[in-house]
């Protein structure tokens, strides 16, 4: 099993709900990221988190927004989005922000647009 | 100057046999290399990662071999198995941003038994 948890498992949502995706680890990780994969391509970074502060942004629509309540959590608010959308989002997480740390990642949300 | 290549896209092999995944890259700044593997439904998992200062990382099965020269690096996978039929992407990320990740496309392996 994965140590980093992600819920929920699946989201089905229209274009007008607002939902919210959940990360934990429990592992004193003190970076987290959120990452979009579309089928059969590899993740993209969204936005990455150290110290619970946000330090990356990849230029991401503003129908995302994340939020680091701590330094174990991670979530990402979803509002007004569009088909395209549809996509499995994954969190990872690393030790610390420096280089050459690995990434560890969860199972990911697939999340349906309607 | 940001991409990894890899290649190729897809990949048979026969059980017993090895599997071999090339990646290359561009941007001289990269200086840690990850593998990752990645079942249908799960997230990606980390292999096995190597630095510019080595040639060669075993890991069981698995062995990275890295020539700085060519800027390339590959994934073998002897004695390969069903059990490794999986996507695999290589990685690449620099010193001063060493958590942006850059990965490769992917390749899907298959190990037929």
């Known amino acids: 099993d994965t140590e980093v948890t992600q819920t929920p498992k699946h989201l089905v949502m229209g274009m007008t709900n607002k939902k919210s995706l959940k990360c934990e680890q429990h592992m004193g990780h003190r970076a987290m990221y959120w990452y979009k994969q579309k089928a059969k391509k590899p993740p993209e970074l969204m936005f990455v988190y150290s110290y619970e502060k946000l330090s990356i942004n990849e230029s991401v629509p503003s129908r995302f927004s994340p939020e680091c309540p701590n330094s174990s959590l991670l979530n990402l608010h979803l509002h007004a989005l569009q088909p395209e959308d549809s996509a499995l989002y994954l969190c990872?997480?690393?030790?610390?922000?420096?280089?050459?740390?690995?990434?560890?990642f969860g199972d990911g949300t697939r999340l349906s647009i309607l | 100057q940001q991409q990894v290549k890899q290649s190729p896209q897809s990949l048979i092999v026969q059980k017993g046999g090895i599997s071999i995944i090339n990646c290359a890259y561009e941007?001289?700044?990269?200086?840690?290399f990850p593998w990752y593997q990645q079942f249908p439904g799960k997230g990606p998992a980390l292999l096995i990662a190597?630095?510019?200062?080595?040639s060669e990382k075993k890991e069981g099965r698995f062995t990275i071999s890295f020539n700085k020269s060519a800027k390339q690096f590959s994934l073998h996978i002897m004695d390969s198995q069903p059990g490794d039929s999986a996507t695999y992407f290589c990685?690449?990320?620099?010193?001063?941003?060493?958590?942006?990740?850059?990965f490769g496309p992917g390749t899907r392996l298959s190990v037929l038994p």
């Open positions: 941007n001289t700044a990269f200086d840690y």
């Open positions: 190597i630095r510019p200062d080595v």
């Open positions: 990685a690449a990320s620099e010193d001063n941003y060493g958590q942006n990740f850059v």
């Open positions: 990872a997480s690393s030790h610390g922000p420096g280089p050459n740390q690995p990434q560890h």
